[in-house]
């Protein structure tokens, strides 16, 4: 699909879908239980699609509405899965966890994915899981895959270059049958993985952790409970409205955040008010009013989903703006750093790319023909960029932002934003 976007001043109010982060976690918790769990206002999008198909392949059995998913788990036993090959799509959050929970049956799990996701890294788990006894098979560290336990070694250690390596572990650790200690080197994300403890918190799973999250020791034998919760609101996703505000000096008012969730990009709302942005909130709703931006450095190491989006913000901001220490953005659905840095390059912003980050210097942008790359942070991202700039811009692959948010444009045109879907 591709959409054209020209110039526009957004105001209104929106509420921001459930997050992709709690979502997926849920529906692998609610897989792993003994009895039905419920949960309300989940996200419905093609990655959450892709990790319930997985589930109800492993053998959960799952009855979904608009705003309630009910998933009845089976306990961790996979024994009703038929040996076809799981299709994860586009899911890398959901691929790494469901790989991991397979790894715990005793027999050949397959997975696979469209042509992005076989572009992801899975060799840093993969490997982890051989430390404890898992075989598998594998297009050189990378889908199709398939992997064969159970777990039977009792120490591993796992590369956190992305945190959902970690995170896989984290959940398929406490159904082993003796205790697992995990070691962690190149930790990064660390946001990502306290929300993997908080889930495992929540359902009273039993584990032991260093303060600096390189070290763990999860207890053997444990069983996850139904339970019933509530999805909070997606910061990864309330970063578009929030730099569509300050990028084009709008006034929006988005609804239904939490500020205390355990999400790591809510600390893109601290980015902006440090750049220039008005921020309030109040009990129900936050209050964004646009303005100059001015250039500041950033540590993006643990918000890396964040970096299209600010990347944005940069290249409509006074000065020079340095973004750094996120070399996992790399290996996201695509290489964002590079995608970012050509495409802003077209729209006129002057871009330097760095291994582990960029510099973006700020000015008038121009309108362009831009790719988005089927990566739904990259086509939502230059959806604002194009808002920003004089002339007319268009995007090819527009679809892919229903990956996370599957009514962005409809959403964004009730603001106020000028898109047309050619």
């Given amino acids: 699909m591709k959409i054209k976007i020209n110039r526009s001043t957004l105001s209104g109010t929106i509420a921001v879908p459930g997050s992709k982060s709690h979502s997926i976690r849920a529906i692998a918790a609610a897989t792993l239980a003994n009895g039905t769990s419920i949960i309300h206002s989940p996200l419905r999008s093609e990655d959450t699609i892709a990790a319930l198909r997985a589930a109800e392949m492993l053998g959960a059995k799952i009855k979904t509405s608009d705003q309630v998913w009910n998933i009845t788990g089976c306990g961790g036993d996979f024994s009703a899965y038929n040996g076809a090959v799981i299709d994860m799509a586009n899911s890398g959050t959901s691929l790494r966890i469901f790989t991991a929970l397979?790894?715990?049956?005793?027999?050949?799990?397959?997975?696979?994915?469209?042509?992005?996701?076989?572009?992801?890294?899975?060799?840093?788990?993969?490997?982890?899981?051989?430390?404890?006894?898992?075989?598998?098979e594998s297009n050189d560290g990378k889908c199709p895959i398939s992997v064969t336990g159970p777990l039977s070694g009792n120490f591993t250690e796992v590369d956190g270059t992305s945190s959902q390596f970690l995170t896989a572990l984290l959940f398929a650790a406490p159904t082993a049958l003796q205790d697992i200690e995990i070691a962690v080197k190149n930790l990064n994300e660390i946001p990502y993985v306290k929300i993997t403890l908080g889930w495992l918190d929540m359902l009273g799973i039993r584990y032991e952790a260093t303060p600096d999250l390189t070290r763990f020791k999860v207890f053997a034998n444990q069983s996850y409970a139904p339970f019933e919760w509530t999805i909070p609101a997606d910061f990864s996703t309330a970063a578009f409205p929030l730099i569509a505000a300050a990028a084009t000096g709008g006034n929006i008012t988005i609804a239904n955040l939490n500020f205390s969730d355990l999400q790591g990009d809510k600390a893109v709302f601290d980015y902006l008010e440090q750049m220039g942005t008005t921020i309030e909130r109040d009990e129900n709703y936050t209050y964004v009013t646009g303005g100059n931006l001015k250039a500041i450095e950033l540590d993006l190491n643990a918000t890396p989903d964040a970096l299209p989006a600010v990347a944005v913000a940069a290249a409509c901001a006074n000065g020079t703006t340095r973004i750094y220490n996120v070399p996992?953005?790399?290996?996201?659905?695509?290489?964002?750093?590079?995608?970012?840095?050509?495409?802003?390059?077209?729209?006129?912003?002057?871009?330097?790319?760095?291994?582990?980050?960029?510099?973006?210097?700020?000015?008038?942008?121009?309108?362009?023909?831009?790719?988005?790359?089927?990566?739904?942070?990259?086509?939502?991202?230059?959806?604002?960029?194009?808002?920003?700039?004089?002339?007319?811009?268009?995007?090819?692959?527009?679809?892919?932002?229903?990956?996370t948010y599957p009514n962005f444009i409809s959403d964004f045109q009730k603001l106020g934003a000028d898109i047309e879907i050619l």
């Fill in 102 to 136: 397979a790894a715990t049956a005793g027999f050949p799990v397959r997975f696979d994915g469209d042509s992005s996701l076989r572009s992801r890294p899975m060799k840093q788990l993969l490997d982890a899981l051989a430390g404890l006894g898992v075989k598998s």
């Fill in 328 to 403: 996992q953005a790399r290996i996201k659905e695509t290489d964002r750093i590079d995608c970012m840095t050509r495409e802003l390059r077209k729209m006129g912003a002057e871009v330097n790319e760095f291994e582990d980050g960029m510099t973006i210097t700020g000015g008038k942008l121009n309108g362009a023909s831009l790719e988005g790359y089927g990566d739904h942070r990259i086509v939502m991202a230059l959806t604002i960029a194009a808002m920003t700039a004089d002339d007319t811009s268009t995007i090819n692959g527009a679809e892919a932002a229903a990956i």
